[in-house]
C-alpha cells in the first residue's frame, strides 16, 4: 500500500527544464523560439543626461519625444545589472603599485587602493547594460502558419527553421534600421548582438553568477593592512 504524498511515483521523471525555455535555436544572429517567432537583441550605449548643457538636455528630450511617437511595431527594453567584479582591477594597481618608484606617490596609490577595497565591502559594485529586443511574432508568418504555430505551442518548431529565419529578417531589419537611425539622434550607438553574444547573453540570464564571496574582500583587506604594516 502506498503513503500518500512520499510514495515514490511508478514511472521515472524524465522531464527536462529545457522543455521550459522557449528557445528553439540561435542562427543568424536571431533568437528563434519553439512557437516560430523570433527576436533581434540591440545592445545600447548609454548617456550622461546630467552631464549635458540645458540646450543639450532640451535636444535629447525631444529626439527621445520623436524615438517614441515614431514606434510602429512593440520593442521591449531591458536594464541588466551585475555585481561587478573588480579582482583584475585591484590585481592591476598593485601591479602599477610596485613600479612607482616615488615614495609619496606609492602611499597615494595604498590610500587608494584601501579606498576601493572599502567601498566595495560597504557598497555592491553594479555594472549596467541595456537592451532592446525586436520581437517577431508567429503571426506575422501568415494565418496558416501562425494556426499551425499555435496548435503545435511547446515542442519542436512547426515548419522549416529557414522560413522563419527568412521572413524575420524581412521584418525585423527594416525595424532595427530605423531604431539605430533614431538612437543615433540621441548620441546613443545600438550594436546587434551576434550569436556568441547572444549565447552568453541567454546563458548568463538563466544561469546567474554567483556574487562575489566575501572572504575575497576579507582577504583583500588584510593584503592591504600587511601593505601598511611595511
Excluded: C, W
Excluded at 511508478?10 to 522543455?19: E, F, H, N, V, Y
Excluded at 555594472?127 to 529586443?133: P, Q
Excluded at 504555430?149 to 519542436?156: C, F, V, Y
Excluded at 515548419?159 to 525595424?175: E, G, Q
Amino acid at each position: 500500500m502506498k503513503i500518500p504524498f512520499i510514495s515514490t511515483p511508478d514511472k521515472p521523471l524524465i522531464a527536462s527544464t529545457q522543455d521550459k525555455v522557449p528557445v528553439a535555436d540561435i542562427v543568424d544572429n536571431l533568437i528563434i523560439y519553439k512557437s516560430g517567432g523570433a527576436s533581434l537583441v540591440l545592445e545600447s550605449t548609454s548617456l550622461n543626461f546630467g552631464l549635458l548643457s540645458t540646450i543639450e538636455q532640451e535636444a535629447v528630450i525631444a529626439a527621445y519625444a520623436a524615438l517614441l511617437n515614431s514606434f510602429t511595431f512593440p520593442v521591449q527594453i531591458t536594464v541588466r545589472s551585475q555585481r561587478k567584479d573588480i579582482s583584475n582591477y585591484i590585481k592591476f594597481l598593485g601591479e602599477a603599485e610596485s613600479k612607482i618608484k616615488n615614495p609619496k606617490l606609492a602611499i597615494i596609490m595604498r590610500d587608494y587602493k584601501s579606498f576601493i577595497v572599502d567601498a566595495i565591502r560597504k557598497k555592491n559594485v553594479l555594472s549596467k547594460k541595456f537592451y532592446i529586443i525586436i520581437p517577431f511574432t508567429p503571426y506575422e508568418l501568415g494565418a496558416t502558419k501562425s494556426f499551425i504555430a499555435t496548435a503545435k505551442r511547446g515542442g519542436s518548431l512547426p515548419f522549416p527553421k529557414s522560413y522563419v529565419v527568412n521572413k524575420a529578417r524581412i521584418t525585423l531589419y527594416p525595424k532595427r534600421d530605423h531604431l539605430m537611425r533614431q538612437a543615433g539622434r540621441l548620441s546613443i550607438i545600438l550594436r546587434q548582438l551576434k550569436n556568441e553574444e547572444l549565447i552568453e547573453l541567454l546563458y548568463y540570464t538563466y544561469n546567474p553568477t554567483p556574487p562575489p564571496k566575501s572572504e575575497e574582500f576579507e582577504a583583500l583587506r588584510k593584503a592591504e593592512a600587511n601593505m601598511y604594516k611595511k
